[in-house]
């Protein structure tokens, strides 16, 4: 099985909402990734957790909070965001957070935010 | 850290071959380079990366300059499936802490039936 999940597959939230992303996996690996895709643009890192501990934060603003409850799980909170936070979030794992390991991608959270 | 240039977009026939075009000038010594591509409405996923020698799998193959300043990823026969977004990355090998991959802008594949 070398698939990553993420709940849910669209979210609408206003300015003012509370709300979660999910990314599940279960292929063992110990390094979880959550990126931010503009439309037409690459995906670009927001952060990495290895092990469980959050390893980079790619100066991400606090509004966007992730938690990395088990080895299998990752969630991104979110709260106040604003219009411009409109993206495709993927989620991605890899065994370990190494150099050349193969990050694998789950299908993405669309959200808007009006 | 170094940055890789590709062609915005390319056009191929279905069962030709496809060579799809990075350069990185300024790569170092310890840069691997990675290939991965993006599906529409999918994440991206991982396609083949080499240090210097040439390399194949299943999906492709990477053939990669003598100076390695530039490198060909080879689609050997298109499909329609293979229509996507090809993104060249250099990862420095050797630097303490997570991985960081850096997506530059990619090329959008299109394949013709």
């Known amino acids: 099985d070398t698939e990553v999940t993420q709940t849910p597959k669209h979210l609408v939230m206003g300015m003012t909402n509370k709300k979660s992303l999910k990314c599940e996996q279960h292929m063992g690996h110990r390094a979880m990734y959550w990126y931010k895709q503009k439309a037409k643009k690459p995906p670009e890192l927001m952060f990495v957790?290895?092990?469980?501990?959050?390893?980079i934060n790619e100066s991400v603003p606090s509004r966007f909070s992730p938690e990395c409850p088990n080895s299998s799980l990752l969630n991104l909170h979110l709260h106040a965001l604003q219009p411009e936070d409109s993206a495709l979030y993927l989620c991605a794992s890899s065994h370990r957070s190494g150099a050349l390991d193969t990050q694998y991608f789950g299908p993405g959270t669309r959200l808007t935010v009006l | 850290d170094a940055k890789t240039t590709q062609p915005n977009s390319m056009e191929s026939n279905e069962e030709e071959p496809v060579h799809l075009p990075c350069n990185h000038s300024?790569?170092?010594?310890?840069?691997?380079i990675h290939w991965y591509r993006q599906l529409p409405s999918q994440g991206p996923e991982y396609v083949i990366h080499?240090?210097?020698s040439n390399v194949n799998n299943r999906m492709a193959s990477l053939a990669i300059a003598e100076d390695r300043k530039s490198s060909t990823l080879i689609l050997h026969r298109a499909t329609l499936r293979d229509a996507a977004v090809y993104y060249c990355i250099l990862e420095k090998v050797g630097s303490p802490g997570a991985q960081k991959l850096v997506f530059g802008q990619g090329t959008r594949l299109t394949i013709n039936p």
């Open positions: 957790y290895s092990y469980e501990k959050l390893s």
């Open positions: 080499g240090l210097t």
């Open positions: 300024t790569i170092s010594g310890t840069d691997y």
